[in-house]
């Protein structure tokens, strides 16, 4: 029986994952899964995040049963590909075996842009929920599979999407499609319940827009989070893939 590729994207917090997501969605027989291993993060961890009650009730709670949805999704599919949406400090404890013929995606951004974004909705953010250290491990983790992999620095991603993404699809061994560059306003069916929490931004853009700047340095309070996520991050951005 055919499978369809899975393109696994894996992620930090506020590093346009959505929009990404949406991009993909635009692919002729592309299906898409938002944060299939999210329940099972806020299990584990009890972390009081928005909407976390409707979360836990809505999808399976386990890793394992995380895991089957995936394959029920792959095997039962008519699509080609299958893209999922995974933020890396969901998958600590997560085997990864499943994903061995997978084509693999690293977003990375820089961890100041990350801090200053996410700490409007989760105040008291800490170096685990960034995820850019599990990034790091979990990219040593898959230089053991055979499938493809690459990792993509956003912002350089959005200095010109029309150059960009193609680049990003040929190393992916995916055709690219100028359909990927938009996209409609609004709510997705495929969104995670929690969407009304966090895609409130996403929603109102149809394409993408220009990166951030990196700004003037963080307060005390977030400038010692930056200064042990920098390691992991340019370790990462040291091995990005290049468009010049």
Not at 215 to 221: C, E, S, V
Request: net charge positive; aromatic share 12%; with cysteine.
């Amino acid at each position: 029986m055919y499978e369809p590729k899975v393109i696994h994207a894996i992620s930090g917090p506020r590093n346009i994952s959505t929009a990404l997501m949406y991009s993909f969605a635009q692919r002729p027989n592309c299906m898409v899964i938002d944060e299939p291993f999210y329940a099972p993060f806020l299990k584990r961890t009890d972390l009081n995040h928005p909407g976390k009650k409707e979360t836990l009730d809505s999808y399976p709670n386990s890793s394992e049963g995380s895991i089957e949805r995936i394959n029920m999704f792959i095997r039962s599919s008519e699509n080609k590909e299958i893209y999922l949406k995974n933020m890396a400090h969901h998958m600590v404890d997560v085997p990864w075996d499943w994903t061995k013929n997978a084509a693999h995606i690293f977003w990375i951004r820089h961890p100041r842009k990350v801090i200053r974004s996410f700490s409007k909705v989760l105040p008291n953010l800490s170096l685990s929920d960034i995820g850019i250290v599990e990034q790091a491990n979990q990219w040593r983790k898959v230089q053991q599979f055979h499938g493809r992999k690459i990792i993509v620095d956003s912002d350089e991603m959005l200095l010109n999407p029309e150059k960009t993404f193609p680049a990003i699809c040929d190393s992916l061994g995916i055709p690219f499609y100028t359909q990927m560059l938009s996209w409609s306003k609004g709510l997705k069916p495929f969104d995670g319940t929690w969407w009304p929490h966090w895609y409130s931004n996403v929603h109102k853009t149809s394409s993408f827009e220009s990166g951030s700047q990196l700004g003037t340095p963080l307060n005390t309070k977030y400038s010692k989070i930056e200064l042990d996520a920098m390691p992991y991050y340019l370790e990462l951005y040291r091995s990005r893939l290049k468009f010049s």
